[in-house]
């Protein structure tokens, strides 16, 4: 049995070929229509979520399966004190394959390690969002054509952003990468990263405005500076509008530049850039569906059946 935890759970060839599924899935969804039946999908969502949440429903009913969960803690019986390591035993009994977000970093993986079903981390805190940055693996290698050979600016939170954290793990495997973090001082990627980076031999320059280079970028991952991390609302007030792509800014950048976002997003991108070829991140929430189909099936261990 196997979880995901992490996008380096899976080595790269692996990763190519669950991208090459998600790809002949989305080509061909009635290929697949039918190779869930009788399979059950528990989502257990300990935070709030659109996209993670609905997608993973969206790929198992794709493949004819069934879905089951919570929403918010608050539904479920981690409001009576359950923990964790229960409630997956418990889940274990209704379903086949559990998606699991929490607030608390690590949480999936003490779930994973009393489950007999596997589970997938849907975010854990801070710290990783391993099926996001499936979700934007898919999406740079079917839009741009590769994984290597890219310079990739992510901009925003990338203190407390983890699916910024999930994504430079993952694309510090592929050759010649080089990333520009652009960021306030308060939210600058952590050290741990950058001594990652520096340990790999990985070329990264840590920048504050967006201007400055955006016309160097082949990918322009922008995030939200979000609320829920922050311990002070001033500070939050102070930096959430730090960054705001707009049509100027955009007209600074290279003609086939992509501009993803893992959503949701609140002012950092404005609305007049939505139209723009270059802006894919609706088509990006669309490969989360795809990615994810390939994930479930995958980890249910269905490719030999
Ligand atoms: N990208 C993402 O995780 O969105 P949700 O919080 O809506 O799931």
């Known amino acids: 049995m ?17 991208f090459d599924l998600a790809n002949d899935m989305e080509r061909h969804m009635d290929k697949y229509a039918h190779v869930c039946d009788g399979k059950k ?13 609905l997608s993973f429903e969206a790929a198992m009913l794709n493949l004819g399966g069934k879905v089951l969960g919570f929403s918010d803690a608050g539904s479920s019986s ?11 035993r418990v889940i274990s009994c209704y379903a086949d394959i559990c998606a699991m977000r929490h607030p608390k ?13 596997p589970v997938i981390n849907a975010g854990d805190g801070g710290h990783q969002h391993p099926t996001q940055t499936l979700t934007d693996l898919l999406t740079i290698r079917s839009l741009k054509g590769r994984l290597d050979n890219l310079t990739i600016g992510l901009c925003g939170d990338l203190k407390f952003g983890r699916t910024v954290h999930s994504l430079i793990h ?14 306030p001082e308060e939210l600058r990627v952590p050290d741990y990263m950058t001594d990652m980076l ?11 405005r967006l201007e400055d280079c955006i016309g160097d970028l082949d990918l322009l991952y922008m995030t939200r500076v979000q609320r829920e991390r922050f311990f002070n609302e001033e500070d939050y007030v102070r930096l959430k509008d730090f960054y705001i792509l707009d049509k100027d800014k955009l007209a600074l950048a ?21 139209d723009d070829p270059r802006a894919v991140y609706f088509k990006q929430a669309q490969y989360g569906v795809y990615v994810r189909m390939a994930l479930i099936y995958t980890l249910l261990g269905l490719e030999n059946s």
């Open 254 to 274: 290279q003609k086939d530049m992509l501009i993803l976002h893992p959503l949701p997003r609140v002012n950092e991108i404005s609305v007049e850039v939505d």
């Open 41 to 53: 999908l528990a989502t257990c969502f300990y935070e709030p979520s659109t996209r993670t949440r």
């Open 2 to 18: 196997r979880h995901l935890m992490s996008p380096l759970d899976f080595t790269t060839e692996e990763l190519d070929r669950l």
């Open 105 to 117: 970093e690590g949480a999936p993986m003490v779930a994973a390690s009393r489950s007999n079903i």
């Open 198 to 208: 520096k340990e790999k031999g990985i070329g990264y320059t840590e920048v504050i």
């Open 170 to 183: 993952a694309l510090s495997r592929y050759e010649n990468i080089r990333f520009l973090f652009i960021s």
């Open 78 to 88: 981690a409001s009576k004190g359950e923990s964790v390591a229960d409630t997956i």
